[in-house]
């Protein structure tokens, strides 16, 4: 189990109480410890986003003739991050400004940040809900389908098309995507809209191509995290106590190895993030990154945004942690 | 499957195989690309006219694959194959670079973090949560949109030179996701940290930098060698990204056609540029847009397929020392092409 930590540091107490070993067997109690330790660790990741995103507003270029150099305006950093914390500390996310510059004249500004949130956020949850859950259970299937028909040749086909897909350029698969859709819809066939937003067929698409990147990786953690598990020596009792090949994979493999799929989910999140960007921009769902991409550079929306993303993330890594408190059966028999 | 490892069937580790040829090609492009490239890829050319049964047939530059243009050519009449086959160098390189970078600064950090704990420990793991829950994309595009709006915002002497927009874009793509890689590296530090040789080398009274020195960084180095090959790919997919988004090396040129017809172009062979006119070009000129990705895809395969198989080599021989490790691979990569199944 987890031990005090080793070599040059100094073992606290601090630290040995905070180790999953010594931890309480209440319930309850964990609980709480979980979310208070949780809560400071938004905290942080607040502050910390709100200082990143306010690093590029600092810049300051010197013309050249040619070329220009770059500095970094501490006093102007400064100044900034303690007027956002400010705002935020009053309560709201400030209205956007307008910057300086010859490509903003076309965007709206001066509206409340939370304003762009309230119509922006709930379109990229929504699709980010759909795309995750169809990922999950398809990926999760996929991974599960080698182990359950033991076929040598699935795993070579599994690795290779998981690899193909998270090295293809994703942006690329979702225009052929739009473009066969458009040619299906020239030929008398219409089965989904290419873009646009508003209503649930709307969304499809953009959710299934969206899916892609997520199922290949939970796929593969799941291929790899029950090839790890089967090969235990649990397993081989299990076996020898006369227990069905479905009794073996569903209640003793599949209990441990979804453990660390569950343990992947956070980056998971982090890769989706990313690839809500691509899809938001070329379906033209008008979500959050769609909306950060569109308004070039706004310092507040940006910070906005980004508290609002790392809020979800955190959210995410939650769960993860309350469903490990759950699943993990080494916290139950602590208790 | 439920079997002991004795009894498994044998089977060749054909990712590290394949992945090594992909890998091998891919260098050997980037080599000799300038010397292979049938024109200059900075020649333009313009409007074509032919004789045709109908009178003159003017034709205009985004021309078809031809025996001229061997995979067509792009909205300024540039050869497709010449420019992709110059620019391949450059996005390894810049890949290599960005890599690097990001294992420079993340290694150390991850090295004392996962062996001291303590606040560099805590540090580590907030900056990891904090470049996790922003898009990586997005943070980048939204710090070189920055960098970048002022520098081309029209005056023709406040353009970015190819050396500027090099040192920002590597700079950028490096420090936008490093955290995760120190985090990655301390974890593996700390599992490290517990095993039982490192307590006997407490008890016999080693200090911290040899424990680090001749103890865990041995054990981490064939693990960082994969992670680099997979960095570099994931280096790749965000320049890949970012050229849709219209941030690229030498970005933002703006290049007058005609008079009030102005184009976003690129002087430079640069791959993230070819993709940037996705939109515009994928239905009239979809060459422009099939190759480059094309390009894309077979770099960041090739260095995804050799990470595989290297995990999977490093996995196999994990009784013995590193160095005997990466060895093991290599010897039996040129030697016999049988491999025991991975043991998971």
């Known amino acids: ?335 | 499957m439920h079997t002991s490892k004795r009894y498994r069937a044998y089977k060749a580790n054909y990712p590290l195989i394949i992945g090594s040829v992909l890998v091998l090609s891919v260098l050997f492009i980037a080599i000799l690309g300038s010397v292979l490239a049938p024109r200059d890829p900075y020649l333009k050319s313009g409007l074509r006219f032919s004789e045709g049964p109908d009178g003159t047939v003017f034709t205009a530059p985004p021309f078809p694959p031809s025996a001229e243009f061997l995979l067509g050519s792009d909205h300024l009449g540039r050869d497709m194959l010449s420019r992709i086959l110059y620019a391949v160098r450059s996005a390894l390189i810049m890949a290599l670079a960005v890599s690097s970078l990001r294992l420079v600064l993340a290694v150390p950090l991850g090295l004392l973090a996962g062996w001291y704990r303590g606040v560099l420990e805590a540090i580590t793991r907030q900056f990891a949560a904090v470049f996790g829950a922003v898009p990586s994309l997005l943070l980048s595009f939204v710090a070189l949109k920055i960098i970048f709006v002022p520098a081309v915002s029209g005056r023709p002497g406040n353009m970015l030179t190819l050396t500027d927009s090099v040192v920002l874009f590597i700079g950028v793509l490096a420090l936008v996701e490093w955290p995760r890689l120190a985090d990655q590296v301390r974890s593996r530090v700390t599992e490290i940290a517990g095993e039982p040789f490192i307590e006997g080398a407490i008890s016999a009274g080693a200090g911290s930098a040899r424990i680090i020195f001749r103890h865990i960084l041995p054990q981490l180095g064939p693990e960082i060698v994969v992670m680099s090959a997979l960095e570099i790919s994931r280096a790749l997919l965000l320049v890949a990204r970012l050229g849709l988004f219209g941030i690229y090396i030498g970005g933002g040129v703006y290049e007058e056609i005609m008079p009030d017809y102005w184009i976003q172009a690129t002087l430079y062979p640069e791959l993230g540029s070819m993709i940037s006119d996705v939109r515009r070009y994928l239905r009239t000129a979809p060459w422009m847009i099939i190759w480059p990705a094309l390009t894309f895809f077979w770099i960041i395969g090739s260095f995804n397929l050799l990470a595989e198989g290297l995990r999977v080599s490093m996995h196999r021989f994990s009784e013995r020392g590193s160095i005997a490790r990466l060895w093991n691979a290599l010897v039996n990569f040129f030697r016999s092409r049988w491999h025991p199944v991975r043991s998971a």
């Open chain 1, 1 to 335: 189990m987890n031990e005090a930590p080793r070599g040059g540091a100094t073992s606290s107490t601090i630290e040995i109480a905070m180790s999953r070993a010594s931890i309480p067997g209440n319930l309850a109690i964990r609980l709480v410890r979980l979310i208070l330790r949780k809560m400071l660790y938004l905290a942080g990741i607040g502050l910390a986003v709100v200082l990143v995103s306010f690093l590029p507003t600092a810049l300051t270029f010197d013309a050249h003739k040619i070329g220009f150099s770059m500095g970094f305006n501490w006093a102007k950093y400064w100044g900034g991050v303690s007027s956002y914390l400010g705002i935020l500390l009053s309560g709201s996310f400030g209205d956007t400004v307008r910057r300086a510059g010859t490509f903003t004249y076309f965007t709206e500004f001066g509206y409340p940040v939370s304003e762009a949130i309230r119509f922006a956020f709930p379109r990229s949850l929504a699709l980010l809900g759909i795309a995750l859950s169809i990922s999950v259970v398809a990926g999760i299937i996929i991974g599960l389908y080698g182990t359950n028909t033991r076929a040598k040749w699935y795993y070579g086909l599994l690795l290779s098309g998981v690899l193909a897909i998270l090295s293809a350029p994703d942006f690329v698969i979702a225009l052929l995507s739009q473009r066969l859709i458009v040619n299906l819809h020239s030929w008398g066939i219409n089965i989904l809209p290419a873009a646009g937003f508003g209503e649930m067929k709307h969304i499809l698409l953009p959710a299934i191509i969206f899916s892609l990147v997520p199922t290949a990786y939970i796929a593969r953690v799941t291929s790899v995290a029950m090839d790890g598990v089967l090969s235990s020596d649990y397993i081989r009792t299990a076996i020898a106590k006369g227990c069905t090949d479905r009794a073996v994979i569903y209640k003793h493999a599949l209990r441990n190895a979804a453990l660390r799929i569950i343990d992947s989910f956070p980056s998971i999140a982090s890769i989706s993030f990313a690839n809500l960007a691509i899809v938001e921009y070329i379906f033209y769902v008008p979500g959050a990154a769609y909306k950060l991409i569109v308004t070039k550079g706004d310092v507040y929306l940006t910070a906005g945004f980004a508290l609002c993303f790392a809020l979800v993330y955190f959210f995410v890594d939650f769960m993860v942690s309350l469903m490990r408190e759950f699943v993990d059966p080494r916290l139950k028999e602590a208790s």
